[in-house]
T-cell receptor, first 110, second 113 residues
Framework: DAKTTQPNSMESNEEEPVHLPCNHSTISGTDYIHWYRQLPSQGPEYVIHGLTSNVNNRMASLAIAEDRKSSTLILHRATLRDAAVYYCILRADSSYKLIFGSGTRLLVRP | SQTIHQWPATLVQPVGSPLSLECTVEGTSNPNLYWYRQAAGRGLQLLFYSVGIGQISSEVPQNLSASRPQDRQFILSSKKLLLSDSGFYLC????????????FGQGTRLTVV
């Protein structure tokens, strides 16, 4: 599975937008970009995923670079409940594996 | 609707004792099932995954084994626990195409003493 690189931690103020970056320079054409987040003492939860086009859902937006070598998870208005570790994962369409990296720990200041 | 059950929530076991953690999924059939471990302050490590009854793929050779005796049941076992087996164990399932979302259980926090 191709590797992703994320900053170890980021901070944001409550009610401000947050842009969480992810680099995946070795992404292949069949790799989907997935984002999960893990709140303290809980299992990860799905946030969003995409292949080439930008994606929006009720939780977040995913902006994918034109060359697909990087992507950004956008939380439009951070809340204290958004404080979590965010994982960017690449999954090949033919792969059964779901491999987590070290993720980005997001701290939200009141 | 689909749900995933994982138990127990917490467990304290002595070194050398056996382990059995169970995960069951309801409301779906033929799910892909996964076991992860998260050591304190660390990321999630994929331990095993299964795409069907009796089919187990091991990602990390270690003191653990997994079995899938029924379609929606996934069991993580150890014959003799080590201190290093302590951690947060999570079960997950995915149904259908690989690019649908994964659902995680609430986890079992295992402390080996």
């Amino acid at each position: 599975d191709a590797k992703t690189t994320q900053p170890n931690s980021m901070e944001s103020n409550e009610e401000e937008p947050v842009h969480l970056p992810c680099n995946h320079s070795t992404i292949s054409g069949t790799d989907y970009i997935h984002w999960y987040r893990q709140l303290p003492s809980q299992g990860p939860e799905y946030v969003i995923h995409g292949l080439t086009s930008n994606v929006n859902n009720r939780m977040a937006s995913l902006a994918i670079a034109e060359d697909r070598k990087s992507s950004t998870l956008i939380l439009h208005r951070a809340t204290l409940r958004d404080a979590a570790v965010y994982y960017c994962i690449l999954r090949a369409d033919s792969s059964y594996k779901l491999i987590f990296g070290s993720g980005t720990r997001l701290l939200v200041r009141p | 609707s689909q749900t995933i059950h994982q138990w127990p929530a917490t467990l304290v076991q002595p070194v050398g004792s056996p382990l059995s953690l169970e995960c069951t999924v309801e409301g779906t059939s033929n799910p892909n099932l996964y076991w992860y471990r998260q050591a304190a302050g660390r990321g999630l490590q994929l331990l095993f995954y299964s795409v069907g009854i009796g089919q187990i793929s091991s990602e990390v050779p270690q003191n653990l084994s997994a079995s899938r005796p029924q379609d929606r049941q996934f069991i993580l076992s150890s014959k003799k626990l080590l201190l290093s087996d302590s951690g947060f164990y999570l079960c997950a399932w995915i149904y259908g195409p690989m690019n649908t979302e994964a659902f995680f259980g609430q986890g079992t926090r295992l402390t080996v003493v």
